[in-house]
């Protein structure tokens, strides 16, 4: 899997080294309970969490990155394609700790994922799946480019499924 860099960010490969400061995000209760994937806020928790992201790495070829902050080195938090087994498409997500929650970086790195999706990956159509009491994801969403397609139900919980087709293909995503 690829490093990407934005104009302000280096998205790279999620790592081992990486658990200190993704358990402090994932601590933050209003972060973890943002997430369509419910995760926890214990140290056991995120180890799970990151674990699973690096595998899906392994298994699918590429994942959330972690999100680096360039001018400063800082982890940010995470982002990127993700495909578990289940989940309703291709999607894109990002997950950032609260003192870079207003900075415009889960926009910045949704947008680069999404155009990995469809540069790298040769997806069709890229979706976030999102709860419906997330708005600041809502308007993430909103701000790469996704509309709102459907709402449905994930591993129990009713979630928006927003995303976006292509560019050029002519295919309106399916409702």
Request: negative net charge.
């Amino acid at each position: 899997m690829s490093v990407v860099e934005t104009e302000r960010l280096l998205l790279r490969p999620l790592a081992g080294d990486d658990f200190d400061d993704y358990a402090a995000m994932l601590a933050d209760p209003d972060v973890a309970g943002g997430l369509a994937e419910s995760v926890g806020t214990s140290p056991a928790d995120a180890w799970r969490s990151l674990a699973t992201f690096i595998g899906h790495r392994e298994i699918r070829g590429y994942s959330h990155w972690a999100i680096v902050e360039k001018s400063t080195g800082r982890f940010a938090g995470r982002a990127g394609p993700w495909r578990p087994h289940g989940f309703p498409g291709l999607g894109v997500g990002w997950c950032l700790a609260r003192d870079h929650w207003g900075k415009g970086y889960a926009a910045e790195a949704g947008r680069a994922a999404v155009a990995y999706c469809f540069t790298e990956l040769g997806a069709d159509e890229v979706i976030s799946v999102i709860l419906p009491s997330n708005v600041r994801s809502i308007a993430v969403a909103t701000r790469i480019g996704h509309t709102h397609l459907r709402d449905t139900t994930y591993r129990g919980q009713e979630v928006h499924i927003y995303g976006q087709s292509r560019p050029g293909t002519g295919n309106p995503p399916p409702l």
